[in-house]
């Protein structure tokens, strides 16, 4: 370890169980309780000192201090208070009861727990649950649970997992093949394998592994288990496999989960909150700051409210919102978040397929059909165009004109509306006609669409830039980059200006290059922040997505910071955001455009432009693995988030394009 305590809360100097028991008595003595007071003291203890409070308490006044504070508090402050009270084990027992009790079971809870949890901690929690209840907790998670996800349950519920000081060189490579070998490299899935290793190497021994896996595979563990395994047994295997890597980074994004969106996870965010705060909570709010680019503090800040928030702040333990140098957790796990990225091929995997037997003279006659005379077949208009690859779509749009001397653009224009005629018109489109479309969307009116801008000029091939700036001059009689230039300005004018030059290197990476990159960046840092953008321009949009991969990485080891953050912190406006996506895109694109997606459903009102551009462009390039992060980051699938914002023939529309639920 060597790096000594890493937990907010600590044992109080001075301290005096009597003196404590009696504030915490008068607290709640006569009409109403002072909480203030109450929480002041409890979240300034440790677990071991309040522990010492309950047994001087009742030694005082012949009461259970838990029992009367469960009749003085209420809510959510009240199961708060009440679970810092308990000791650790018991806590996560009660958490464990409550999760296989009634009618239904709370996997994510015992999911949480079991991936997360030391050797020690498991044998605690076994006694505890014993104890408290009764029963064996294997017996119960067995009576809850099934299949491959309970075996797994089960296997870690023994804690043997071997100690961290085990590994065994030798068979680094053969578990590495062995894992391959049950997964990817064969039919079906062998889960006894992903069981048995996942389930028993020490962490250290397990790091090396996925290294390894990464190396045979080309893609990391995490997208095997994903394309692997699935329902509870995929979620469990993935926090696991993230426990390895970093628990303090599991709990950041489990706390992120229980307070995005409308509504938070209560249960979720309080055992986290109490059982973390003598342990990493540090490491946590690093980790927390490092991938969501905000606070853990601010965040409980917004989401909660009253003595409640007050005192998930006061475990929280202060603010990390100016954004810098890491604790060495948060540092060490930027380096390796590029690494991975740096190691990992994503095969992009579209949702929409070119259509058996296909025939484009009877999809040009059925579309006819379906817009002649009085009103419109929409279902048939949708489940052509839905169906069909793009190539497909101009073969019918050729068909229909030789066969019926009429533009089936137009037609399609003349016999739709709205956001289901853009939709439709979008998929009709060549890619780089729909693109050149949407650059010309976003640049004409009062105002400019620079996210739509950013957006397709950092995502685009170099062939996919030419064909679109070819297509625009076709269309609109103008030269992409002249329009460009004359709809923006400053840095953020060069930058995209350079963008669409579609000149992004292509070649291999060459190691004193990275490096060489790297240092420029790094000194840039200490620059005015004109030249500091200019220097950033010249490299992040020329240089190949690998060799940036590589350049981000060494970058956090000249500056103990990550790129995205000094981006964050250092720029301002349209110029950060375009090299923000640019990071994005260069870390994991699917993710960034999981991330566009989100932004456009969430909260009141749809930005049905940017959820368009962003179904139709991507379809059929990598629309399943962006489906995937989706699911991952936001804990709820594309589908549901489209199902829920959108309506009608365009919703329907959208949802065959999305391809299924996750």
Request: net charge negative.
């Amino acid at each position: 370890m060597g790096r000594g305590f890493r937990g907010t809360v600590t044992d109080y100097p001075d301290f005096d169980a009597n003196g404590d028991a009696e504030a915490l008595y008068n607290a709640m003595k006569g009409f109403g309780s002072d909480k203030e007071a109450i929480l002041d003291l409890i979240t300034s203890r440790s677990n071991a000192q309040r522990q010492e409070i309950r047994g001087a308490y009742k030694s005082l006044y012949g009461k259970d201090l838990i029992d009367d504070l469960k009749y003085e508090l209420t809510g959510k402050f009240e199961r708060l208070i009440i679970a810092l009270m308990r000791l650790p084990a018991y806590h996560d027992a009660k958490e464990m009861k409550d999760a296989v009790k009634g009618a239904g079971t709370d996997e994510k809870c015992l999911i949480e727990i079991m991936a997360s949890r030391t050797n020690e901690q498991t044998h605690a929690l076994r006694e505890a649950y014993s104890d408290a209840y009764g029963m064996d907790l294997e017996e119960a998670v067995v009576g809850d649970t099934s299949g491959h996800f309970k075996k797994m349950l089960v296997v870690l519920l023994q804690g043997t997992r071997e100690e961290d000081d085990v590994v065994s060189e030798d068979l680094v490579e053969q578990d590495a093949q062995d894992l391959y070998a049950a997964g990817e490299e064969k039919w079906g899935t062998d889960e006894a394998t992903f069981i048995m290793l996942l389930g028993n190497r020490s962490v250290t021994h397990l790091r090396l592994v996925f290294d390894e896996y990464q190396k045979i595979a080309e893609k990391s563990i995490e997208d095997s288990i994903k394309s692997e395994l699935s329902g509870d047994f995929e979620r469990l295997m993935l926090a696991v496999v993230q426990c390895i890597r970093s628990v303090p980074m599991f709990f950041a994004k489990r706390l992120y989960k229980s307070m995005k969106g409308l509504g938070t996870a209560d249960n979720t965010l309080i055992r986290i909150m109490v059982s973390r705060a003598e342990i990493d909570m540090l490491d946590i709010r690093e980790c927390f700051r490092l991938r969501y680019e905000k606070s853990l503090y601010s965040m409980i800040q917004d989401d909660t409210s009253g003595e409640y928030k007050r005192t998930l702040l006061k475990l929280c333990g202060g603010d990390d919102d100016v954004a810098g140098e890491f604790f060495p957790e948060a540092a060490q796990i930027a380096y390796k978040m590029w690494e991975i990225s740096a190691m990992t091929r994503i095969t992009p995997r579209g949702t929409v397929f070119p259509a058996a037997d296909f025939d484009p003279a009877s999809d040009a006659q059925a579309l006819r059909k379906a817009m002649k005379g009085f009103g419109t077949d929409e279902d048939a208009i949708i489940n052509i165009v839905a169906q069909r690859s793009n190539e497909q779509r101009q073969e019918i749009r050729q068909a229909f004109k030789s066969l019926l001397g009429r533009d089936l653009m137009a037609d399609l224009k003349s016999e739709l509306s709205k956001n289901l005629c853009r939709l439709i018109m979008g998929l009709m489109m060549t890619p780089a006609e729909f693109d050149a479309r949407m650059m010309k969307k976003a640049m004409e009116g009062a105002g400019t669409d620079e996210h739509a801008l950013i957006e397709i000029l950092v995502t685009r091939s170099n062939e996919e830039i030419h064909a679109m700036s070819a297509a625009y001059e076709e269309a609109y009689k103008k030269s992409l980059e002249d329009a460009i230039t004359s709809d923006t300005s400053g840095h953020f004018c060069r930058i995209l200006v350079s963008l669409v030059q579609g000149a992004r290197e292509d070649g291999p990476v060459e190691m004193d290059r990275v490096q060489e990159d790297a240092q420029t960046l790094a000194d840039a840092c200490n620059d005015e922040s004109s030249e500091m953008e200019v220097k950033f321009m010249s490299i992040l949009c020329t240089r190949s997505f690998r060799h940036l991969r590589r350049v981000f990485q060494e970058f956090v080891l000249c500056t103990n910071k990550d790129i995205e953050q000094i981006i964050k912190k250092e720029m301002s406006g349209d110029v950060k955001q375009a090299f923000y996506a640019i990071v994005r895109s260069v870390k994991n694109q699917p993710s960034y455009f999981a991330d566009r997606l989100y932004k456009a459903m969430k909260g009141l009102g749809t930005d049905d432009r940017a959820l368009i551009r962003i179904m139709v462009s991507r379809c059929g390039v990598d629309l399943f693995n962006i489906r995937k992060e989706f699911k991952e980051t936001h804990d709820a699938s594309l589908h549901e988030f489209i199902q829920g914002d959108t309506s009608g023939d365009y919703r329907k529309t959208l949802l065959m394009l999305c391809g299924g639920e996750d």
